[in-house]
């Protein structure tokens, strides 16, 4: 068979919506500055779907950094791989101060989250090995985990019967092979809010042998005293033997980090090929989050901010009886009972009548039958914001509550 046929009948599972969500539900188009309110087809909406989580995607010094980089250096600079002719001072000065941030000895820059984990799970095990992970870990884990050419044992969310279990499987095959134990889960959750069960995990270093990688995209900036992480949140960061996380949300870039042992980033240095065969982050986006970071460490009103913002949402939401499920951090999912044309109908109704724009989640990411609504709150968020949200969230679940949608038409995505 034709490959281009074949893809022609068959879309995928998100391509196959696509004629009627493209430009819609579907790669929307938010425009103007990225602040809390921006504008959605010719309207303004009030955002709850980006994970600019402390305000700094238009901060001024954030912006003036990034424009002085660009001006400085241009998009170019360093050309080639960091191992080949791609390395800088500024480079290393951004790792440097991110292992002191995230308190580990030794840190390495990576182009992007996704690339990033996908590659630091091929570096670091072999056919001996085993991974044990979460099972409801980000695609980059699954991804990984995918290329690993040992076995892989999933325990069930955040269990730490499942994941004792699972560890007692790993152990028995790796005393025949000779092979480690690489366990792995997210810090923060970036569907349910849930933090990963640090704590448990690091505990059952007693009994076992392993290591843990923790992926904290949601956690870094935003969980922590300082805002090192949901490791440090939970008094762990020192049983996190290998710590990432991506610029994309806190810190409101590209780019991202892995972060641990001298030795083990070393030969993470010399052996992920992700990075060692591709082009290394240019100057501007080292030199931005240089000054992204410093803005994390000298201003903690960011992150207390957020949290205000995400108090008021969270308690908020549950005074007026809605199920948040059980987030501890600052993603904040609604989930209400309804089937897909609800939820496209709810997404419409708020997107054009109430104002507001947030992602909504259905089947297969959620079970039948529910339907998840899920905001984003950011330090640039107002209590007023929190409030219109709110008031929306009721109109809407009372409209979904008398079976309204599902009687009006299927939304136009013209
Ligand atoms: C948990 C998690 N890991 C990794 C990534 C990927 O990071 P990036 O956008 O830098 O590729 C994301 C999303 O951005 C994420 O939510």
Redesign the pocket.
Known sequence: MDLFEKIAANRGPLGSHSHYAHGYFTFPKLEGEIEPRMIFRGKEVLTWSL?NYLGLANHPEVRKADAEGAAQYGMALPMGARMMSGNSNLHEQLESELADFVQKPECML?N??????VSIIDAMVNRHDVIVYDGE?????IDGVRLHAGKRFVYTHNDMESLEKQLQRAKRLTDETGGGILVIT?G???MSGNQGNLRGVVALKEKYEFRLFV????GFGTMGATGAGTGEEQGVQDGIDLY??????SMAS???FVAGPESVIEYLRYNMRSQIFAKSLPMPLVVGAIKRLELLRTQPELKDNLWTVVRALQSGLREKGFNIGTTTSPVTPVFLNGQIPDATQITFDLRENHGIFCSIVVYPVVPKGVIMLRLIPTAAHSLSDVEQTIKAFEVVAEKLDKGLYSKTEAVPAS
């Open positions: 994970n990576l992007f989250g996704y690339q990033g984990v870990s980000h695609a980059c884990i997210e923060v959750f970036g992926d904290d995209a949601h990432f996380s991506t610029f994309a949300k590209i780019g991202a």
